[in-house]
């Protein structure tokens, strides 16, 4: 696999800008790190709220899911929250 694949302006040999390149590196890490949410959530969400797999969800599910995807959203958002203060606290 071409190691440059996701980097366009890399094997193209057109010169680029190092903000060009961090926003991209960043989007990249923003989409994987939305990916591995989204399949932690719905692993866990599932296991916790579908006891009987069917053609369609109960009311239960449905607001079980819903509290559990709110939950890790939630948790998510306090840890990224907790971490910025304390790189910002090491920086003062």
Known sequence: MDSNCHFPHLSSGNKFSTE?????L????AQAYA?????????KCFEKCI????SSLGRGESSC???CVERYIEATGIIVLRNSLRE???AV
């Open 20 to 24: 060009e390149f961090i926003g991209q």
């Open 88 to 90: 910002f606290l090491m």
């Open 65 to 67: 899911i819903w509290r």
């Open 35 to 43: 990916e591995k949410f989204l399949e932690t959530v719905r692993g």
């Open 51 to 54: 006891t009987k797999p069917g």
């Open 26 to 29: 960043k989007r990249q890490l």
